[in-house]
């Protein structure tokens, strides 16, 4: 028997790409740079699935040319979703890195 079933999308998601290496040559070193200082503050046992954070660096000025573009993409992307952004401000309140290594992974969490 063949059911006539209603094919209905209710949580549609998008996924957004775009390919930007001239970012890489500034984003590369400054990011290196976080990503070492805390390997110097600590120690991690690769063996036991642990891996590195760095600490926020969206306010680091050496990056302002990529914050500032990832913010208008942002604004672009809600504009075409419907947003009314007339009365709105787009912020960039973190940004890290983190390091992982085979068989790493991070607890369950929620970014507010």
Known sequence: MTENFNREFIFPTAYYSIHKPEFLETLKPVSAEYLERQKLI????????????TDNFHLDERIKDFVSYVISVSWDILITQGYDLSAEQINLREMW????????????????
């Open 42 to 53: 600590h120690s991690i046992d690769r063996d036991a699935f642990n891996g590195y954070q």
């Open 97 to 112: 890195l983190h390091e992982y290594y085979k068989g790493c992974s991070m607890d369950q969490h929620v970014h507010e």
